[in-house]
């Protein structure tokens, strides 16, 4: 028997319908939990907190690594989920779980690296100790867009702190959840550890939020959800990462080789079907090589075959949001050099269009289809001005070859990822975060443990 099978209810009464990207079609069912079983599931985490908390780092950390290998294991039949459920190309859905599973990987590790310190106080006799100690259980909420990653993004530092974890994942996605949460119980994490929920948002996240005993919230989706999710775990003072939107400039300085610069955006602009909050959204190219670069930008998106090298968009309205930003920018000006419109059902056709202007919603707005938006800039202190005048600030590439302007554009550029000479840069190893409208708080390297640990200070006489 598949996982899928395991895990689909199969039931479409009061369950969740989940439709493929792909062909449209309900592919199964997830269940719409009541409030009433919410409630419970938060009963039974905080139970669970109470025992996993004082679990030894290095069982924590075995129970990782075990995950981790069934995971990887298990890398076509998830990718297989994904590919359902999301919609995007098979390759992108296996780099997904490789990447998935790096971070219960990396977790696995830092679990058993938590160190605290001992120092001198400030008399003679006096000891100052600080230690960490889990944050307590933790609610999150999770996207469609990278269903299985920014789960594990999650859960994983979670677990290694020593918190329980009550996830809901995107309502449009929920099968690769509760493929991880199954795979977790065969890797014998204890119930009430890790408890997928699916149903309302709404309900689900107020509940989550309004809990007391739910002591911090890790959300990625939108900045409005974001905000709301911040507003509502006020009254309860919930410690909360906040990873949004994003508005990515991506600048081609005039120093640069064009094909390996091309080589490098086009894979990182058309993973998972653009729909990444780090995608490059504002292409900033010296005004000295535009000509040239566009039109090879053109002719390389023009060999992109869709369904395969590319896949769907989410859903409708995320092609009626592209349709709306290319009409707008052309009603101001801008011109497209290739692409533009709709292949069939939700396939947009990779695009590129050029003699955009700031003024334009597409140098505002996450575009989130494979539209590549092209503007023109003269000098370094201009193209820094601009590619900051956005109210996100998440990721940012800059590709050049003199180091002075790399220097100056990754000291200057107002994000919290900087690309250099590449455009992929999600990494276990990376702290991952934004700032401004793009939220807070980092996911991934040694520093992603932290948001789920209190600190302790203890002095001593
Ligand atoms: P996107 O536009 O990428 O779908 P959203 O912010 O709408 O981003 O969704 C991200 C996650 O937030 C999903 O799991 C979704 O179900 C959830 N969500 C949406 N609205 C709410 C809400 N009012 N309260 C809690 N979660 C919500």
């Not at 219960?104 to 001198?120: D, H, R």
């Not at 050099?337 to 269009?353: A, H, M, N, Y």
């Not at 790399?406 to 107002?414: A, F, R, T, V, Y």
């Not at 990494?427 to 793009?438: E, H, P, V």
Request: glycine letters at 6%.
């Amino acid at each position: 028997m598949t996982i899928f099978s395991q895990i689909n209810i199969k039931e479409s009464k009061n369950n969740i319908p989940v439709i493929s990207p792909l062909n449209q079609q309900i592919i199964g069912y997830a269940k719409n939990i009541s409030n009433a079983d919410i409630i419970k599931i938060i009963d039974k985490a905080i139970d669970a907190q109470k025992i996993w908390k004082k679990t030894h780092a290095s069982e924590r950390s075995k129970l990782l690594i075990r995950w981790n290998q069934l995971i990887l294991e298990h890398t076509d039949e998830l990718a297989n989920i994904i590919n359902l459920e999301n919609g995007k190309i098979l390759s992108d859905a296996k780099s997904e779980i490789a990447y998935g599973a790096s971070f219960v990987e990396w977790f696995a590790s830092e679990a058993t690296k938590i160190q605290g310190s001992y120092s001198e106080g400030s008399k003679t006799g006096q000891k100052i100790i600080t230690k960490y100690e889990p944050v307590g259980p933790v609610a999150a909420i999770t996207p469609w867009n990278f269903p299985n990653a920014m789960i594990t993004r999650k859960i994983a530092p979670a677990l290694a702190a020593g918190c329980v974890i009550i996830l809901k994942p995107s309502e449009l996605t929920p099968f690769s959840a509760l493929a991880l949460e199954y795979l977790a119980k065969k890797a014998g994490f204890p119930d009430g550890v890790i408890n997928i929920v699916t149903g309302d948002s709404k309900m689900i996240g107020e509940t989550l939020c309004n809990d007391f005993r739910i002591r911090k919230i890790s959300f990625t989706g939108s900045t409005s959800v974001g905000k709301l999710l911040y507003k509502q775990s006020a009254d309860s003072l919930k410690r909360i990462s906040l990873e949004l939107g994003g508005n990515a400039p991506f600048i081609i300085c005039d120093d640069v080789n064009i094909e390996n610069t091309i080589k490098c955006l086009i894979p990182g602009k058309i993973r998972s079907s653009s729909q990444a909050c780090t995608s490059p959204n504002r292409i900033f190219i010296h005004n000295s090589i535009y000509e040239k670069t566009t039109k090879m930008l053109a002719s390389n998106f023009e060999q992109i075959k869709i369904g395969q090298d590319i896949g769907p968009l989410i859903d409708q309205e995320a092609v009626d949001k592209v349709i709306n930003l290319i009409s707008d920018a052309k009603s101001k000006g801008a011109t497209i050099l290739c692409g533009g419109t709709l292949q069939k059902e939700t396939f947009f056709e990779p695009t590129v269009i050029v003699n955009c202007t700031d003024d334009m919603n597409l140098f505002k707005e996450e575009i989130f289809a494979p539209v590549l938006a092209c503007y023109r800039f003269d000098t370094i202190d201009e193209v820094i001005e601009r590619a900051n005048n956005t109210e996100y600030g998440l990721a940012s590439y800059v590709f050049s070859n003199n180091s002075k302007t790399i220097q100056d554009l990754s000291d200057k550029l107002d994000f919290g990822i900087v690309g250099i000479n590449t455009a992929i840069i999600s990494n276990y190893k990376g702290a991952f975060g934004g700032r401004k409208a793009s939220g807070f708080g980092v996911e991934g390297s040694h520093l992603g443990i932290y948001e789920y640990l209190n600190t302790k200070y203890i002095c001593e006489e």
